[in-house]
């Protein structure tokens, strides 16, 4: 995903946005490509302390079974801005495919930070 952050993001205060791909974690076996891709991720992140602590919110479109159905998915939390590291969101809306959920955890690891960040992602709903 595209990450706006950087030496030019790192104060208190400051925000800045990520977007990109969700892909299917059984792409990885293989090297991902445009048959991987389920969704697409939005979000903002603010740093909220010195020590690599953001507060982040994603918004996130999910192809569900034949890719006809979508569901969509807001979550917040705060995420620790470093490689192997992350955080838990609370699920804060959902919708279309999900109208049925009203509560879920996403949980997420930064893989690798850089021009391709990479996010590691477990959602659950309940």
Do not use: R, W
């Not at 953001?54 to 939390?77: K, Q, R, Y």
């Not at 109208?99 to 992602?121: A, K, P, Q, R, V």
């Amino acid at each position: 995903m595209y990450d706006e952050f950087g030496p030019s993001v790192s104060t208190m205060g400051q925000t800045a946005g990520l977007n990109g791909m969700i892909y299917d974690a059984e792409g990885l076996e293989d090297d991902l490509n445009d048959s991987n891709v389920i969704g697409a991720l939005k979000g903002s992140c603010s740093v909220v302390s010195t020590k690599d602590d953001h507060l982040c919110t994603f918004e996130m479109l999910i192809a569900e079974g034949d890719g006809l159905d979508f569901g969509t998915i807001i979550a917040s939390g705060a995420m620790e801005y470093k490689t192997g590291s992350g955080g838990f969101l609370i699920v804060e809306a959902a919708g279309d495919a999900y109208n049925g959920y009203n509560s879920g955890i996403l949980s997420l690891t930064y893989e690798s930070i850089g021009m391709d960040t990479i996010l590691m992602g477990e959602l659950s709903l309940s």
